[in-house]
Nanobody
Framework: QVQVVESGGGSVQAGGSLRLSCTAS????????MGWFRQAPGKEREGVSC????????RDADSVKGRFAVTRDNAENTVSLQMNSLKPEDTAMYYC????????????????????WGQGTQVTVSS
């Protein structure tokens, strides 16, 4: 059974930075692309960033391009999301997921791609 555990969230002021981490178990980690998603109150969950199985390719939502960077460590079964220049609109619960694909396809951010969801980690950005 695939399990993921997210950590690293917190409260910061606009312009600040946070680094989220996700540890996955119950899968051959390096066979899966990994995705970060977020869900703000009253809004649908959206894809934020994706990284391919080997880490050589990434895709980011337009809203975070140039500010967020996703990386992975296949030896440690972890994926991280470095978030810089945070904005109040980045406030959300953040989730990671192993995706049913080895690469970040055009449909990477669709919910059915996710093998399972963790509890998430809250990010709050104040103005």
């Amino acid at each position: 059974q695939v399990q993921v555990v997210e950590s690293g969230g917190g409260s910061v002021q606009a312009g600040g930075s946070l680094r989220l981490s996700c540890t996955a178990s119950g899968l051959s980690f390096d066979n899966y692309s990994m995705g970060w998603f977020r869900q703000a109150p009253g809004k649908e969950r959206e894809g934020v960033s994706c990284i391919s199985r080997g880490g050589g390719s990434t895709r980011d939502a337009d809203s975070v391009k140039g500010r967020f960077a996703v990386t992975r460590d296949n030896a440690e079964n972890t994926v991280s999301l470095q978030m810089n220049s945070l904005k109040p609109e980045d406030t959300a619960m953040y989730y990671c997921a192993a995706l049913r694909s080895s690469f970040c396809s055009d449909s990477w951010s669709e919910s059915w791609r996710a093998t399972s969801w963790g509890q998430g980690t809250q990010v709050t950005v104040s103005s």
